[in-house]
Each structure stands twice: as C-alpha cells, then as structure tokens.
C-alpha cells in the first residue's frame, strides 16, 4: 500500500450498485456514480430518501462494494482488496460521523478520540496527546473528560467529528450530522466540519436539509440512483469559493 | 413594509440629516438593502406632507435637518408594537413559472423545477459563505448583517423544500394515488 500525500482523497468513478441482481426484485440503488473529492473539499450529496445517497456513502467507506466501477480511497482501490484488508484501509483512512450514537457511552470524550488510534497500535500516552489535540481543533478542548451523557447534542457531534479525524485521518464520512440539534448547534457543528475541510480534511456529506448541504463547496443531487444536477464549482486544494453577491440577490426598495 | 417607518424610527433617536439616515439605514441592516438618497428625500418629503416629521433647520451647505413629531412618535410605537402584515406577496416569478410549466405544452416541469433548485442552492451557497465571513460573536452591524443573512437562508431553505415538494406531488399525482 503506498502512502498518497496528494490527490484526491476519495475517487469513484461509474459506481454503482444492484441489489438481488437478475432476479424479480432487482434494484438499482445507485447507477453510474463518479466523483471525487479532495482534500479541503466538503461535497454534499442531496436526495429524498431512497435516492441513493446512503448507498453513496456506504461504497465511499468501504462498507458496502459497488456491482459495476471503482472506488479508490486514499489511492488504494477497494476492488481488489479481501474484507480483511478493506476493513483495515477503512480504519485507516476514513473517519465516520453519524446522526446519533456516535460516542462510545462508557468512555470520556478524550477516551472516545483515542479509541481509534489506539486501535491503529499508537501508544496511550501518544493516542491521548492526539485526541486532545484533535479536541482543540473543534473547540471542546476544556470538555475532554465528560462522559457523552454530560455533554450536549452539539458538543457530541463535534466530538465525533474530532474522533472521525483524529490522527492521520483526513476523510470524514457524515451522514445528517446535525439531524436532532437545533439550528443553532447545527450550525456550529457544519461551522467545525468546514473549518476542519479548509485546514486540509476532505469531506463527504450525506443530507436531505438544504440549508446544510449549502456549506458544501459542491452538492451533488441524487434521485433514483440517478445524479441530477451539480450545483458549485470543483474546488482545487484550500480556497476562497466564487463570490456570492448577496446584498445583490435582494435588490433594493421598490 | 416601507422604508418609510425605517426612517421615521431613527428620527424618533434623534434629529438627523437625509445622508445620516441613508448611512445609519444601511448599516444597522447589515448593508442588505442599499438605499440611494433620492428615496430618502422622497420619503422624508412624504413624512412632513403627512405631519409625522419636520425641517428645523438648515445648514450653510443647504443639508436639512429632520425630526420627528409626536404624531410620527406614534406612529412608530404602532410600528413596533404591531405586526408586520402579511399580506398577499410580490408576484413571485417562480411560483408562476411553476404554474405554468404545469399546463405548457412541450415544456417538462420537472426540469423548471430542477434549473430553479440549482439556483436556490447557489444562493444557499453564496449566503452561507458570507455567513462565515462574519466573526463568532458578532455586535453592531455585523450581526444585524448575520440576523438578515440567517432569513435570507431560512427563506432560501423553504424555497428548496418547496420544490421538492412539488415534485413530490407531481410524481404523487402522475402515479394516481397519494402517497
């Protein structure tokens, strides 16, 4: 496996999926998917449900194979690899935030963070020194030793997205992130989620809220495993994003 | 909604000149709506016809300055106090736009809908970057800038579900049952 320092981080080209294929209830649950996304890019995938965006993020992380195309994370394509491998290149590259149960209950916060470096082999004292810091970059670092319980839906969104990019971690996987918080805590959870993108992460969204999907550099809209519309530019590397006049979208007094 | 209560509730702050209203209006609107000072002298021509402000006095440079009556001081309490009306809106183009595609021969709703979902979520986009040009405590200007920012995406987001339930509807109605 070679190391990939540049490039995109997340690459799928034709993929799709069929399930129960040949038979009465086939099933395309995603048809011809390409896309790519870089480091300090946030692409967001919009649908209804049933449109295919989980499916989308199952293949993007290895957890589900596609039928037909290729997936290459971090450079190295799915295709090919034995579960046991692609489990292993799973923990290794890709961090996960989920709507709810993302935090481990019996753990603290920190304890959570260093739970899947300690699994890559890191020393405890090293893995500790990484989750704190990983706690710094989305602000909770003062929260480190409370238990999920004590912490709110928001402060435990931002700890998931910590633990998602904790290490040499670099491509967070969310799925509706902010579905149970109120507008406020998810606001300041996209807020970490693009401020982690712009410092170099690459990210992949699955939302139905228009209003999420918007801190997107990208959304790409799915209906029936079908790709619909692209709306936003490809992003090079960091970057300001094309200007938006929005004093000019609402025109003066009539 | 006019400009013309805007105006008549900074008068009540204290006298001012016509470009100190235009300058005041649009920076506590976060520079949302710019106003150009013809429609300020228009609208405070308007205030003194009507009794709700008046000229007292003029400067070397020919500058007036305005202030409020008591009827005008009235008149903004009323404006505070009250609701904004939610009468019938603006035309809205795209709701037309909609309504029409429906009964339009050789044209496919379903394509109106997405070319105006495109462009709802680019200025969802564009709002939600200058959202995140403005500080995480915000004061003045700046957060009235924030409170005009986070309306003009709430109103963007209804735009968006929405058009998503119009498709919805018409796949509901194509299918001939609801769902």
Redesign the interface.
């Not at chain 1, 999907?213 to 997107?216: D, I, K, L, V």
């Not at chain 1, 979208?249 to 007094?253: I, L, P």
């Not at chain 2, 709802?120 to 200058?130: D, E, G, K, M």
């Given at each position: 496996m070679t190391e990939q320092t540049t490039g995109d981080l997340l690459r799928m080209t034709d993929a799709g999926r069929v399930h129960h294929a040949g038979t009465p209830t086939e099933v395309h649950a995603l048809r011809s998917f390409s896309l790519a996304v870089a480091p300090g890019e946030l692409v967001a995938v919009m649908g209804?449900s049933g449109s295919g965006k989980s499916t989308v993020l199952h293949l993007a992380g290895g957890l589900d194979v596609p039928t037909s195309g290729e997936v290459v994370l971090d450079g190295v394509s799915l295709g090919g690899l034995s579960v046991r491998k692609r489990a292993a290149l799973r923990r290794r590259a890709v961090g996960y935030v989920f709507q709810d149960l993302n935090l481990v209950p019996a753990l603290t916060a920190v304890e959570n963070v260093m739970l899947p470096r300690e699994l890559d082999g890191v020393p405890t004292a090293a893995a500790r020194a990484e989750a704190l810091a990983a706690l710094a970059e989305v602000d909770v670092a003062d929260l480190g030793d409370r238990f999920p319980e004590e912490l709110s839906g928001g402060q435990q969104q931002r700890v998931a997205i910590a633990r998602a990019l904790v290490g040499p971690r670099r491509l967070v996987l969310a799925d509706e992130p902010t579905g149970a918080l109120d507008s406020l805590a998810g606001e300041a959870v996209m807020?970490v989620l693009?401020a982690r993108v712009d410092a170099g992460a690459a990210g992949l969204l699955v939302t139905h809220?228009?209003?999420h999907?918007?801190?997107?550099d990208r959304?790409v809209?799915l209906r029936d495993g079908f790709v619909?519309?692209t709306?936003?530019e490809v992003v090079h590397g960091v970057g300001e994003?094309p200007a938006?006049?929005?004093?000019g979208?609402?025109?003066?007094?009539r | 909604m006019?400009?013309r209560h805007s105006l008549l509730s900074l008068l009540a702050e204290g006298d001012r000149h016509g470009y100190q209203l235009r300058q005041e209006f649009e920076a506590r609107t976060g520079?949302?709506?710019?106003?150009?000072i013809g429609?300020v002298y228009t609208t405070l021509g308007r205030l003194c016809r009507d009794g709700l402000a008046e000229e007292v006095g003029k400067q070397d440079d020919g500058s007036v300055t305005y202030r409020i009556t008591p009827a005008g001081k009235a008149e903004v309490d009323t404006w505070w106090a009250g609701p904004v009306a939610r009468t019938a809106p603006d035309r809205d183009e795209t709701s037309i736009k909609v309504a029409l595609a429906v009964s339009s021969p050789g044209v496919d709703v379903l394509d109106v809908l997405?070319a105006e979902?495109?462009e709802?979520?680019?200025?969802?986009?564009?709002?939600?970057?200058?959202k995140?040009r403005i500080p995480d405590h915000p004061t003045g200007g700046e957060l009235a800038r924030l409170l005009v920012?986070d309306q003009?995406?709430?109103t963007?987001?209804a735009q968006?579900?929405w058009l998503?339930h119009c498709e919805?509807r018409l796949a509901a109605t194509t299918q001939g049952s609801a769902r």
């Open positions: 209804p807020k693009r809220d228009a209003q999907a918007a801190w997107a959304v809209r619909v519309g709306t936003g994003a938006g006049v929005v004093g979208v609402a025109g003066g007094y | 006019s400009i520079g949302t709506w710019p106003v150009n429609q997405e979902r495109e709802t979520l680019r200025a969802l986009q564009a709002y939600t970057r200058a995140t920012l003009q995406i709430f963007a987001e968006a579900r998503d919805q």
